[in-house]
C-alpha cells in the first residue's frame, strides 16, 4: 500500500510537507506534552484534586463512555469509535466554557477476563494487568483527553472495597412501600421491637430466635439470600441473572443450557424499584429503543387477582383480562405451585375424563410424573408458542366466582410459578394457549368477547382463539352483575369493583422484572463482605474490614460439569482455601471473638460498573465513596430537571437493559439513603452504530485474511481462488480486524480520528475501508499547507483582512460545526470544515492570520494534534486544548440577498428581498403573498404570471 501513499511520499520536493512521519512525530510530542501538563485536569470543588476555584465556578459537562474489560485481543478500529466520539464532543465543551471531565477506566472483572485467563494458564491479575497495559498504549495514541488522574480499574482493592460497602448499603436497608424509598434496617427493626408494625407469621419480635429474626429480615433486605428457582449452567459451572439467559434458554455467554435449579444464592430486590425504574424513563434523554426495552423488561401489567374457592380455602389467581371470567371455563396451576398437593384426592372423580388422566391410576400418580417432566424444561421452553399444550388434571373442582360453576383444576407447565400468583383461570375463547390447550383437553371454551370478524360466535367452528382489546363483552350476565354489551375497559372496571366490594379480589398491578440473582460461583468477582457464624446466621463485615480482598488461590478455574447434565452443583472456588473462609473475628458488634465462615461466592461482573461514574468524581477519597459537594457538582440536578446525572454517556446498544438498568439501582438506592444527590446515573446516553467489515470466506465457509484478497471484475480472489464477501463484525475470528496501530503508523491518528468521525452519521453502523481513510488525511495536508510553506517550513499567513467571501465561508463553517458538534453530527461537521478549507485553498494566496485562526480552532477537537502543532506555528505559547471555540458573527452567516422586483400589470407593486438561488416556484408564491401585491390586485383573478427568478416577477390579472 505505501507505494500509492502520499503520506509517504515527496519528502524530498517538500521537506515541510505533512506526512506519516511528520503526523506521528507531532502526536508523540503533543500526547507527551499533555501527559506532562496535565491539560485535560479536571478540577473538583474540594479534595486533592481540587483547583482554581474559577474553574469550578463553570458550568460542568460530565462525558462519560461505557468503559471496556481488558480484552487479550486488544482494540480495533472498531472499538474507538465511541470514544473518539466523546473526546470530540468533551473538546468542543471545553472549548466552550466548560469545567469538562472526561476520563476512562476499565472494567476488569468477569467472566472474559477470567476464562481468557483459564485459556492462557495465567493468573487473571497477571493477565487483565496485561492487558490493560497494552490497550491504554493503544488508547494513548488516538489522543484522547482523558484526565488520567481518574481512571481506575474495578479489580483495584481501593475501588472494590467501595464496591462491597455498596453492597453492604444495600443488605442494611430494606424498602418502605409507604415512603416509596429505601430505609437503614435498622428502622425495621425498631418497628418490629415496637409493635409499630407487625411481624410477619403474627408472633412478637422479642420472642424470636436470632435465626428467626434472621429470616424475618431477610424477606425485607435489598439484598438477601433465598433457597429460590435459579438459573443453573453446569457448562459455565455458574448460576446466572435472568438477563443473562437468551430467549431461547441458553447462556448470553458461551451457549450453554440453562436449567431452573433450587440453590441458595443472593439477590438484589430490585423488584422494590420497578414502580419508580418504569416512572423515572420519562425523564431521561435516551434513544427510544431503549427506554421501550426497559419497559418491556419491566412488564408492568395491569390486572386483578381473583380468588376461586375450593373446599374452603382459595385459589387466587393473577389476570390481566378480568373482563373475561365469565368464560373462564377451566384453572391451571403451575406444576410447583404449593397447592398443587392439598389439591390432589385421593382417587379420580367418578367420570373423569380418560384424556385428563393422563393414562395414570390415581391423580397422585400423575402430577408426580407431570411435575418430573416439567421439571426439565427451562422456563422459555415451557414458555413455548407451541401448538400441543400438556398437562394433567388434579382430580379437584373450583368455583368460578362470578357464574358459580364448577371448573377442573389442572396443572400445566405453560403457567409459570414465578409469573404473578402460579396460577390462572384460563379462558380458552379468548387466549391461543388456553385455546390449544381446550381442545386437547376436550375442555368447554365459552365466547365473552364478542368477535369483530367473520368467525361467528360459536367457538366450536374457529381455528384459534378471538384475542381483542377493541369489542364487546356478551354472554356475561350473573346474578347480580352484567359486563354484557360493556367495552373491555368498561368490563374491566366494573368487574373489579364487584370483586373488591364482595373482598373476593382486587385489582392490580403485575411486574415481568423479577430480583436480580447477584452471586457466582466464580474466582475472579468481588468478594462478598459477609461472614456466617455458627448458626448459620449471615453478618456484614463492619466498614473498618473493607475491603476484603480476594485471596491467591493456586486453582482459581470453575469447576464446570456436562453441559445438558442438570442434576450437578455448583461449586465456588473461593471454598477451596479453607484457610480463607475458616476465620475467628470481631465484628465489634458487642459478640466479641467468634468464629465464622465466609461467604465464598463472588458478585457479578456487573457489580463494578453500577456506580464507576461516582468514582470517577473522587477516585482517590479514602473516607468516602464519594464527596457530597464532588458529586453534587457533577452530578447533581441542573436547570429545573428532576434527576441529575452524566450530561452524555456513550457505548453500545447491547447494554440496553441488564447494565443500564443495574446501574439505575443501585443510584436509586445510594439517592434513598442520602449518599447521593441524582436518583439516575446518566441522564443523556447515546449509542453509536458499529463499525462492520467484510469478511470473505472461502468454499468451505471459512473465513480468509481480509487483507490477502484480491478484486476483479467484481468478484474476490484469495490465492487464486474465489471467495464471497459479506458485511459482517471486525474480529480477530473473522480474519478481518483493522487496528488503530496500524491506522496511525500510516497516517497518524489525527487521520484516523476524523475518518472513523466521517464515516456516516454516529449512530449507523458503518463498513470500514482502509481504501476511504486517505481522503481524511489528504484533507489535513491541504490544511497544513494553508499555514505552512512545504518548502521552507515557514508560516504562510498574512496579517490582512479576508475578503468578504472568505469572512462568508468561515462564518458559515463556524455557526454550523458549533451546531453539529453539540448535537453529535461529527460527519458534516468535517464536510464543513472541508468546505472551507477547500475555499482557501481555491482562492490561493496567503490566508489572512484571523481566518487561519479560526480554521485550527475548528479542528481542534477533531485533529487535536495537528491543531496544537499549527497553533503553535501561529505563535501561540498556550495550549489549544483551553482557547475559547470560534463564534460566528451572524452578519456574514445570513444568506446573501437579492431584491426581486414584483410587477402588477406592469407596475413596480412591490421589492422582495430573496436568496439569489430561489427556484420560480418559491419566487412567485412569495410574491403572490406579498401585501402590497394582495392589495393591488384587489381580488382580481390572475391571467397570467411570468417569473424570472430571483429578479423579477410580472402578474397580469385577469
Ligand atoms: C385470563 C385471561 C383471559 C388472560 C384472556 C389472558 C387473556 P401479561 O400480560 O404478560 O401480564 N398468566 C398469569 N399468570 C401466569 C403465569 N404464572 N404463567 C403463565 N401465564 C400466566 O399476562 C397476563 C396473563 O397471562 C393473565 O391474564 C393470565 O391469563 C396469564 F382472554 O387471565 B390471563
Known amino acids: 500500500m505505501s507505494e500509492t501513499n502520499p503520506a509517504a511520499a515527496s519528502e524530498v520536493v517538500a521537506p515541510h510537507r505533512y506526512t506519516a512521519a511528520m503526523a506521528n512525530e507531532i502526536e508523540a510530542r503533543w500526547q507527551d506534552f499533555w501527559e506532562a501538563n496535565a491539560t485535560y485536569a479536571a478540577p473538583n470543588p474540594t479534595g486533592d484534586l481540587a483547583a482554581d476555584p474559577a474553574l469550578v465556578a463553570k458550568p460542568k459537562k460530565f462525558i462519560m463512555d461505557m468503559f471496556p474489560y481488558p480484552s487479550g485481543a486488544g482494540l480495533h478500529v472498531g472499538h474507538p469509535l465511541g470514544y473518539i466520539a466523546t473526546d470530540v464532543y468533551a473538546r468542543y465543551q471545553r472549548m466552550t466554557g466548560h469545567n469538562v471531565l472526561h476520563t476512562l477506566g476499565f472494567d476488569a472483572f468477569g467472566l472474559p477476563a477470567e476464562q481468557y485467563a483459564v485459556q492462557t494458564g495465567t493468573h487473571p491479575r497477571a493477565s487483565t494487568e496485561a492487558n490493560m497495559k497494552n490497550m491504554q498504549v493503544q488508547l494513548r495514541r488516538l489522543g484522547l483527553g482523558h484526565d488520567n488522574r481518574r481512571s481506575f480499574a474495578t479489580i483495584d482493592p481501593d475501588y ?69 428457582p435459579v438459573n443453573w449452567c453446569p457448562g459455565l459451572g455458574t448460576v446466572l441473572a435472568n438477563e443473562e439467559v437468551t430467549a431461547d434458554g441458553r447462556s448470553e455467554r458461551g451457549n450453554f443450557p440453562v436449567f431452573k435449579a433450587k440453590l441458595r444464592q443472593w439477590n438484589m430486590r430490585i423488584t422494590a424499584y420497578a414502580d419508580r425504574l418504569l416512572d423515572d424513563l420519562e425523564e431521561l434523554d435516551w434513544p427510544e429503543a431503549i427506554k421501550l426495552q426497559q419497559r418491556n423488561w419491566i412488564g408492568r401489567s395491569e390486572g386483578a387477582r381473583v380468588d376461586f374457592p375450593i373446599d374452603g380455602e382459595n385459589i387466587t389467581v393473577f389476570t390481566t383480562r378480568q373482563d373475561t371470567l365469565f368464560g373462564a371455563t377451566y384453572m391451571v396451576l403451575a406444576p410447583e405451585h404449593p397447592l398443587v398437593e392439598k389439591f390432589t384426592p385421593q382417587e379420580w372423580p367418578e367420570g373423569t375424563h380418560e384424556v385428563w388422566t393422563g393414562g395414570h391410576a390415581t391423580p397422585a400418580e400423575a402430577v408426580a410424573a407431570y411435575r418430573a417432566q416439567a421439571a426439565s424444561k427451562s422456563d422459555v421452553e415451557r414458555q413455548a408458542e407451541a401448538k400441543d399444550k ?25 403457567v409459570l410459578m414465578g409469573y404473578g400468583t402460579g396460577a390462572i383461570m384460563a379462558v380458552p375463547a379468548h387466549d391461543t394457549r388456553d385455546f390449544a390447550f381446550a381442545r386437547a383437553f376436550e375442555l368447554p371454551i365459552r365466547c365473552v368477547v364478542e368477535p369483530n370478524d367473520d368467525r361467528g360466535t360459536d367457538p366450536s367452528t374457529w381455528d384459534d ?62 468478594p462478598f463482605p459477609i461472614v456466617y457464624d455458627e448458626e448459620g446466621i449471615a453478618h456484614p463485615l463492619p466498614e473498618s ?63 463494578g460498573s453500577c456506580w464507576y461514574e461516582l468514582r470517577y468524581l473522587d477516585p482517590h477519597n479514602s473516607e468516602k465513596l464519594v464527596d457530597p459537594e464532588n458529586e453534587r457538582y457533577w452530578m447533581g440536578p441542573r436547570d429545573g430537571m428532576p434527576h441529575g446525572g452524566v450530561d452524555l454517556y456513550v457505548g453500545g446498544a447491547e447494554h440496553a437493559v441488564l447494565h443500564l438498568l443495574y446501574a439505575r439501582f443501585w443510584s436509586k438506592v445510594l439517592y434513598d439513603l442520602g449518599h447521593v444527590s441524582s436518583a439516575e446515573p446518566f441522564h443523556k446516553l447515546y449509542n453509536q452504530g458499529m463499525i462492520q467489515a467484510f469478511v470473505y470466506r472461502d468454499s468451505r465457509g471459512i473465513a480468509v485474511p481480509a487483507v490477502d484478497v484480491e478484486e476483479r471484475d467484481g468478484a474476490y480472489y484469495y490465492e487464486g481462488e474465489k471467495v464471497t464477501r459479506l458485511l459482517g463484525k471486525m474480529g480477530k475470528s473473522l480474519k478481518n480486524a483493522v487496528t488503530p496501530d496500524e491506522i496511525s503508523a500510516e497516517y497518524g491518528a489525527d487521520t484516523l480520528r476524523l475518518y ?32 505552512v510553506d512545504e518548502a521552507t517550513g515557514a508560516v504562510t499567513v498574512v496579517d490582512s483582512e479576508p475578503d468578504e467571501a472568505t469572512l462568508r465561508a468561515l462564518h458559515k463553517a463556524i455557526d454550523g460545526v458549533r451546531q453539529d458538534l453539540e448535537g453529535l453530527r461529527f460527519n458534516t461537521a468535517i464536510a464543513k470544515v472541508t468546505e472551507l478549507n477547500n475555499h482557501l485553498t481555491k482562492t490561493g494566496g496567503p490566508v489572512a492570520r484571523t481566518v487561519a485562526e479560526s480554521l485550527v480552532l475548528l479542528v481542534a477537537p477533531l485533529a487535536p494534534h495537528i491543531a496544537e502543532e499549527l497553533w503553535r506555528k501561529l505563535g501561540h505559547t498556550d495550549s489549544v486544548v483551553h482557547q475559547d471555540f470560534p463564534v460566528a458573527d451572524p452578519a456574514y452567516v445570513v444568506d446573501e440577498t437579492v431584491t426581486c422586483v414584483v410587477q402588477v400589470k406592469g407596475k413596480v407593486k412591490a421589492r422582495l428581498e430573496v436568496s439569489p438561488s430561489i427556484s420560480d416556484e418559491e419566487l412567485e408564491k412569495a410574491a403572490l403573498g406579498d401585501d402590497k401585491v394582495v392589495a393591488a390586485l384587489d381580488g382580481a383573478g390572475i391571467r397570467k404570471v411570468i417569473v424570472r427568478a430571483p429578479k423579477l416577477v410580472n402578474i397580469v390579472p385577469a
Not at 758 to 768: E, I, K, Q, T
Open 756 to 787: 472513523e468521525m466521517a464515516m456516516g452519521p454516529l449512530d449507523v453502523s458503518r463498513p470500514w475501508d482502509t481504501r476511504a481513510v486517505v481522503g481524511q488525511f489528504r484533507l489535513l495536508q491541504r490544511l497544513w499547507r494553508n499555514v
Open 465 to 526: 382463539a378471538f384475542v381483542s382489546y377493541d369489542a364487546k363483552i356478551v354472554n356475561s350476565s350473573g346474578e347480580d352483575v352484567s359486563l354484557d354489551g360493556l367495552g373491555v375497559v368498561e368490563a374491566k372496571a366494573r368487574i373489579t369493583e364487584w370483586l373488591e366490594r364482595r373482598g373476593i379480589g382486587e385489582g392490580t398491578v403485575n411486574f415481568r422484572l423479577r430480583d436480580w440473582l447477584f452471586s457466582r460461583q466464580r474466582y475472579w468477582g468481588e
Open 545 to 607: 474490614m473493607l475491603p476484603l480482598e480476594l485471596p491467591e488461590v493456586e486453582d482459581y478455574s470453575p469447576r464446570t460439569f456436562d453441559p445438558d447434565d442438570a442434576n450437578t452443583e455448583p461449586e465456588t472456588p473461593l471454598s477451596r482455601n479453607q484457610d480463607w473462609v475458616n476465620v475467628t473475628l470481631d465484628l465489634g458488634d458487642g459478640r466479641g471473638p467468634r468464629k465464622y465462615r465466609r461467604e465464598t461466592n463472588t458478585m457479578p461482573n456487573w457489580a
Open 390 to 414: 400438556t398437562g394433567v388434571f388434579t382430580g379437584s373442582y373450583a368455583t368460578n366466582p362470578v357464574s358459580g360453576e364448577q371448573v377442573p383444576v389442572f396443572i400445566a407447565d405453560y
Open 160 to 228: 472494590y472495597k467501595w464496591t462491597q460497602w455498596i453492597f453492604l448499603q444495600i443488605f442494611n436497608s430494606w424498602y418502605d412501600d409507604e415512603a416509596k424509598k429505601a430505609r437503614p434496617i435498622a428502622e425495621l427493626v425498631d418497628r418490629f421491637a415496637s409493635g409499630e408494625r407487625a411481624v410477619p407469621g403474627g408472633r412478637s419480635w422479642n420472642e424470636l430466635t436470632a435465626t428467626e429474626r434472621a429470616d424475618v429480615l431477610s424477606g425485607f433486605r435489598l439484598a438477601y439470600a433465598s433457597d429460590a
